[in-house]
C-alpha cells in the first residue's frame, strides 16, 4: 500500500484529478489541503507557491498505471509534481476496503 502525494497549482485542479483517479478506481480515496504555502528552489531563487496538496491512499502496484493515465489526462498540461510515500502498517478492514475498491492487477 502507498499514500500518493500530489501537489497542483488550485484546488479546482486537485478536484478533477481526485475525482478523476477515484472514477478510474486507482486510488481508495483523497484529502485535499488547499491553500498550502510552499518554497522552491528555482533557478537558483527561493519562490514561495501557494498549492493544493492532495493525499491518497491505493496499492503500490498501481503508480505506474496512475502516472500513465494521469499523463493522458493531463495531456499538454504540466504533469503535476506526484510521488509515492510507503505505508507500512494499517489496520486489516483498511488494507482489504482498498484492495477490494481498486483496480485489480
Same mark, same amino acid.
Given at each position: 500500500?502507498?499514500? %500518493?502525494?500530489?501537489?497542483?497549482?488550485?484546488?479546482?485542479?486537485?478536484?478533477?484529478?481526485?475525482?478523476? %483517479?477515484?472514477?478510474?478506481?486507482?486510488?481508495?480515496? +483523497?484529502?485535499?489541503?488547499?491553500? +498550502?504555502?510552499? $518554497?522552491? $528552489?528555482?533557478?537558483?531563487?527561493?519562490?514561495?507557491?501557494?498549492?493544493? +496538496?492532495?493525499?491518497?491512499?491505493?496499492?503500490?502496484?498501481?503508480?505506474? +498505471?496512475?502516472?500513465?493515465?494521469?499523463?493522458?489526462?493531463?495531456?499538454?498540461?504540466?504533469?503535476?509534481?506526484?510521488?509515492?510515500?510507503?505505508?507500512?502498517?494499517?489496520?486489516?478492514?483498511? %488494507?482489504?476496503?482498498?484492495?477490494?475498491?481498486?483496480?485489480?492487477?
Amino acid at each position: 500500500m502507498m499514500a %500518493l502525494h500530489i501537489e497542483t497549482p488550485n484546488y479546482n485542479l486537485a478536484l478533477e484529478i481526485g475525482t478523476f %483517479l477515484l472514477k478510474e478506481k486507482l486510488i481508495y480515496d +483523497v484529502n485535499f489541503f488547499n491553500g +498550502v504555502k510552499s $518554497l522552491h $528552489l528555482i533557478d537558483g531563487n527561493i519562490t514561495e507557491k501557494q498549492e493544493t +496538496v492532495m493525499i491518497a491512499k491505493t496499492k503500490s502496484t498501481l503508480y505506474s +498505471v496512475i502516472e500513465n493515465r494521469l499523463r493522458n489526462f493531463m495531456g499538454h498540461n504540466e504533469m503535476p509534481l506526484m510521488y509515492s510515500m510507503p505505508i507500512i502498517q494499517m489496520p486489516i478492514e483498511q %488494507l482489504d476496503a482498498i484492495r477490494s475498491e481498486t483496480e485489480k492487477i
